[in-house]
């Protein structure tokens, strides 16, 4: 995501918004990507800081391209449900 702050102020420009929404597999078009903005704009500024667009991470994962199966891996990984997938979790017995 840091990619698309250009400047390093935390702000994601919102002509790129549709390119930072790929790399959660959400393809839009010039609209949604306008929806999804003001959507994720909690602080009404009219611009899209990044702790706005992945503290809605979830709501993205549900909406991308592959975004179920996406979500049965994690809660397979997650095998003590926190939200997190630890390295012990990832170890092969």
Do not use: W
Request: hydrophobic share 35%; glycine share 10%; aromatic share 12%.
């Amino acid at each position: 995501m840091r990619q698309f702050d250009k400047n390093g102020d935390g702000v994601i420009d919102r002509s790129f918004v549709p390119e930072a929404l790929k790399l959660f597999g959400v393809i839009t078009t010039g609209y949604e990507a306008t929806k999804i903005c003001d959507y994720f704009d909690k602080n009404g500024d009219g611009k899209l800081q990044i702790s706005e667009l992945t503290s809605g991470f979830d709501v993205l994962i549900q909406h991308s391209v592959h975004g179920k199966d996406l979500l049965t891996a994690f809660h397979k990984f997650d095998k003590n449900q926190n939200g997190f997938i630890e390295f012990s979790e990832l170890k092969v017995k």
